[in-house]
């Protein structure tokens, strides 16, 4: 029998778990590290597991057996097969289990599962679309160093690059310049180290410098402005036509967002919920297609 319905929303940056009992009442919230597949099966499992019990915990409730739970996750990764079936082969007994994009479980958040698109612009980007005939659609999302233009990943790569650049007088040494030093590395060994070791999460967290250097520095700004561009392009290959509803989400993409040209503002709706609340719509939806094939 199952007495909970778990919603998860798994990225590059953390997991959020949210609980209810099967007939709707709101258990609690959960936050643990992030459970983007690319860094681990069993991380994101732990992960997700530490975020479960910190919401029966943090409701004084005992933690339940897997079995009498129906999970839904929206992960980054999930949509590489190998990952996906990992993980799901690593279910640790759940009684009815679904894994989805984190980006899909967003778009069915923000519009209550209905019809429309979303742009999401976090440590990556990606926009998805549901289509009033029922079918989807995903744009971008190609993954770090190679895609997720736009993004807190991308914003701190470029910023990087332009450390680097400056480092060896291949540009100016700007404000944005000296913040990726004193995070990075101000010589030449520790600027590789860091490079080498690191990943998309480290390097999204030098967005921030982004925009605190845009006012005084060209470098930035031009940054900024590109990073626009770019969800601006996605908004438009995932809807040409601009008959969805759309939506912004992530970080990056809500301080973005009214940056953007009229013709798109003019379509943006807020989001109703987000990704862990979209999860557990499919959690439900899972639970109710059992049910009724029995």
Not at 270 to 287: I, Q, V
Request: net charge negative; proline share 4%; hydrophobic share 45%.
């Amino acid at each position: 029998m199952v007495d909970y319905l778990i919603g998860i929303d798994g990225g590059g940056s953390g997991t959020r778990a949210l609980v209810q009992r099967v007939h709707g009442e709101t258990v609690g919230t959960g936050n643990a590290g992030p459970s983007a597949l690319g860094q681990g099966i069993a991380q994101a499992w732990d992960n997700i597991q530490a975020a479960v019990r910190g919401a029966f915990e943090g409701a004084q409730l005992p933690v339940p057996t897997w079995n009498r739970c129906a999970l839904a996750a929206g992960l980054s990764g999930i949509s590489h097969a190998p990952w996906r079936e990992a993980f799901l082969a690593a279910d640790p007994g759940l009684a009815r289990l679904e894994a989805e994009t984190d980006s899909f479980a967003m778009l069915m958040g923000a519009h209550g599962g209905q019809p429309g698109a979303i742009v999401i612009a976090g440590t990556g980007s990606i926009a998805e679309a549901l289509r009033t005939d029922g079918s989807r659609a995903t744009v971008g999302g190609w993954g770090f160093r190679v895609d997720d233009e736009g993004s807190g990943g991308w914003l701190g790569l470029q910023a990087v690059r332009h450390g680097l650049a400056a480092f060896d007088g291949r540009a100016n040494a700007s404000p944005l310049a000296r913040r990726v030093w004193m995070h990075c590395g101000d010589e030449r060994e520790t600027l590789q180290d860091w490079c080498q070791r690191c990943g998309q999460f480290e390097f999204a967290q030098l967005a921030r410098a982004v925009f605190e250097c845009e006012d005084s520095d060209p470098a930035a700004a031009r940054l900024l402005q590109e990073a626009t561009h770019a969800l601006e392009d996605l908004a438009l290959a995932i809807d040409a036509r601009g008959r969805l509803p759309l939506a912004v989400a992530g970080s990056i993409g809500q301080r973005l967002a009214p940056r953007m040209r009229p013709a798109l503002r003019s379509r943006l709706v807020p989001a109703k919920d987000g990704a862990a609340e979209g999860a557990l719509m499919l959690a439900r939806r899972l639970l109710r297609q059992t049910e009724e094939a029995l």
